[in-house]
């Protein structure tokens, strides 16, 4: 696994996928510009609800090349008849994925700091909220990876995350169409709630964790079935 883990990391750094990513801290910037220092703001959480709209873009462009390149190029193969173990191979793909997007959000753990050095700030609500978008974009990760796997086309896979990604942001909004009963029914397995009790209601959502990190996994042994599945066809 340690070695696919670094093949993975330096990969990314040696095309722009993996600067392009990081450069979401650009975004965070303006964002945390005209939130908390322009306006005065003291949650730097609401900073970070505005970030997953740029995720829904971001994690696609970092997600798309994991499994489907390696299916397009056939080198796939090799993989699946290597030593390596094919739980240690997805693992140290993912890892890998989860290393570049805990550079930008290392870095956004300042931001609190700097709002506690001009003000009011509320360090623990925000780290909460903070530690809470880095397992939501976890569980992004593991799905986008998971989508790559069932093709050989990157913009495809590319494509499908975003609309998966985006229907589980909408969520909310789309149950609200439907028929009292059940968009009631269907909003109970709403994504992003669990972020919203960090940032609207400043509560430890610990059974929303619990979710996120039940999802990731879920998705990441999908993904390993497949690559199983594959192995033996």
Request: contains cysteine.
């Amino acid at each position: 696994m340690t070695a696919i883990y670094k093949r993975e990391l330096s990969s990314y750094f040696n095309s722009m996928i993996g600067y392009v990513f990081v450069a979401v801290l650009i975004f965070t910037g303006l964002y945390f510009m005209a939130y908390n220092l322009y306006n005065g703001l003291p949650q730097f959480s609401y900073t970070l609800y505005s970030l997953i709209s740029i995720l829904l873009f971001a994690i696609p462009l970092l997600t798309m090349k994991s499994m489907a390149e390696e299916r397009h190029s056939r080198t796939d193969q090799l993989l699946l008849t290597s030593p390596v173990t094919l739980t240690g191979m997805v693992l140290g793909k993912y890892f890998a994925m989860v290393t570049i997007f805990l550079i930008p959000v290392a870095l956004m753990a300042f931001c609190p700091l700097i709002i506690a050095m001009n003000g009011e700030a509320r360090l623990l609500s925000d780290y909460a909220s903070l530690f809470a978008f880095f397992l939501m974009g976890c569980v992004f990760l593991a799905i986008g990876m998971f989508l790559s796997s069932l093709t050989e086309s990157q913009i495809i896979a590319a494509v499908s995350t975003f609309a998966v990604l985006l229907i589980l942001y909408l969520w909310d909004s789309l149950t609200g169409f439907l028929p009292s009963a059940l968009g009631d029914l269907l909003s109970a397995f709403s994504f992003t709630q669990t972020f919203n009790n960090f940032v609207q209601y400043s509560v430890f959502d610990l059974g929303g964790l619990v979710l996120y990190l039940s999802l990731a996994g879920l998705f990441v042994f999908l993904t390993i079935q497949g690559m199983q599945k594959r192995r033996w066809s």
